[in-house]
């Protein structure tokens, strides 16, 4: 079995943003602010202990100095704290402490806000789609839920086979992402509230305007969709409506990382990696990556300043502490590889980096043996690359040549737009994966009204709504949405389903309290089992026949037992539940 890289722990200070959010666990505390401006001269800071154990007494220090402690994690020893740009120095001088930085700048509006990802939602820039319409569905599987015949994904991963054996019942899912919308009628069924918590504040420069006054939303919410999709993909129910999940009836947690505009800041996300572990997560799955930067780099990239490099550094540090916590707890972690079409083992030029404030990013040149894109290429994270409909890796995707470096271990469906390039499939919607979304997703992108109808951009994209009695008078409430999108996004979710799969049928627990199953078995399972698949005759894959530039040109090697673009293979949930 090969090993995730381990990270290097150099590193004293960082500029991070955004670190808030409500725990439930001594490991992290919060008490998020609703004010999003400060006097003059002031801010936010984060300090990383040297051990966790001094979080709880360099956080009464922090006070002393006049500092407002607003998040205290003593799993991995990470604090935020206001107060006058004079704290970040006594910080700094403290004893225990690591490092300490700026958090974020209070009042400053970044340039431009993160937005859609150009992979995930391709309808928003791809002005030439041939058949946006959803038309027609073909018949679903027996047992399966009405739209269960356009989930290729699931075909081509076994899972409905491997329902007759094991459906993750009482296996907990943790979806860190952008939120979950718990009152979508095809999630709530397996649904956690009890559970489920946001650990981010709202942040009004790239979120808009906070919709509560603490600027912290309801943990069953998703504003921005990219949440909502990923759960639906691991657990919606089979209910006779909809869709339905790889694992169908597992419980689905979410522990929201990911702001509204679809930033993911090191604060929130350690956070809840380590709520996680607390609460007895069997399965996590991550699909992003930690801004502001593409790859965080020891001691930062050639080209950055001296306080990019402190940021990287800590970054790298709190990640390691929090992936490292979440695996000793039993949580399987699993992670999606990145969109940038990159082979990770020999990394182009970073131009998009930092991403946050918006403005500041500048081309750094990425060394493979001290940058890492976290949290995939962290500690104990399984790497999925993402594949079409046809098998073929997807143009957009990640893979990795160096097959020593465990940056990769398997593949899954995550769609791709352009698949079956020469017949009538190409560049259209079924080409993606359908999942579910929250209807305020849709409304935010004008692709439903606020009348709950589909607009013509809605049209375009294929976005289906399912309602549950057409007979009688409705409600919006009564109603709910599914649409189709593409990404290594979309990846990372069938094989956590398929981990959540193999926990439900190997795990040694009998109830929800104390049903495990070690992260080291869990991989295994996924790898072992994993359905072979040959890298392309040549060892070259072109996409220019696509129309994608030559950068896209991918170089695969190995054999069908490990190669670059799929790492052991295709996850099968059939095979992993036997």
Known sequence: ???????????????????????????????????????????????????????????????????????????????????????????????????????????????????????????????????????????????????DGLLWGHEMVNAFEARATETGDKVRVGVLDTGVDGNHQDLAPNFNRELSRNFTTDMPDIDGPCDTASCVDPADVDQNGHGTHVAG?????????????????????????????????????????????????????????????????????????????????LIIAAMTRALNYANSKNVTLVGALGNNHEDLSNPRTDVSSPDYPGGTEHPRTIDNATCWDLPVEGPNVIGVSALGPTGEKADYSNYATDLTSGEIEVSAPGGWYRDGIGTETYRTNGNLILSTVSLASLQESAEVDKNGNITKPGRDAGVIKQCTDRRQPMKKSDCSYYAWFQGTSMASPHAAGVAALAVGAHGSGTSADTFFLAPATTRSLLMDTATDHACPASGIRSYEPEGRSAEFTARCVGTADFNSFYGDGIVNAAGVVQ
């Open 1 to 147: 079995m090969r090993r995730t890289r381990m990270l290097s722990m150099a590193g004293t200070a960082a500029v991070v943003a955004a670190i808030a959010g409500s725990a439930a666990t001594g490991a992290a505390t919060a008490a998020p602010s609703a004010s999003t401006a400060q006097a003059a001269g002031s801010g936010s800071y984060v300090v990383l202990t040297d051990k966790a154990s001094d979080a709880k007494a360099v956080a009464a220090q922090l006070r002393k100095a006049g500092g407002d402690v607003t998040s205290v994690n003593t799993a991995i020893g990470l604090i935020t704290v206001k107060g006058s740009s004079s704290l970040l120095a006594k910080a700094r001088g403290l004893d225990g402490v690591k490092g300490a930085a700026n958090d974020r700048s209070i009042g400053t509006a970044p340039q431009r806000a993160k937005g859609p990802d150009p992979v995930e939602k391709p309808q928003v820039f791809d002005k030439t789609r041939a058949n946006g319409t959803f038309k027609y569905t073909p018949p679903p599987p027996e047992g399966g839920d009405p739209l």
């Open 233 to 313: 993909t691991i657990g919606a129910a089979v209910n006779d409506f909809g869709i339905s999940g790889i694992a169908p009836d597992v419980e689905l947690v979410n522990i929201r990382g990911g702001q509204d505009s679809g930033y993911f800041f090191v604060g929130p996300v350690t956070n809840a990696l380590t709520y996680a572990g607390d609460v007895g997560l069997d399965v996590v799955n991550m699909s992003f990556y930690v801004d502001p930067w593409l790859y965080n780099c020891a001691g930062g990239a050639p080209e950055d300043s001296p306080e990019e490099a402190a940021e990287q550094d």
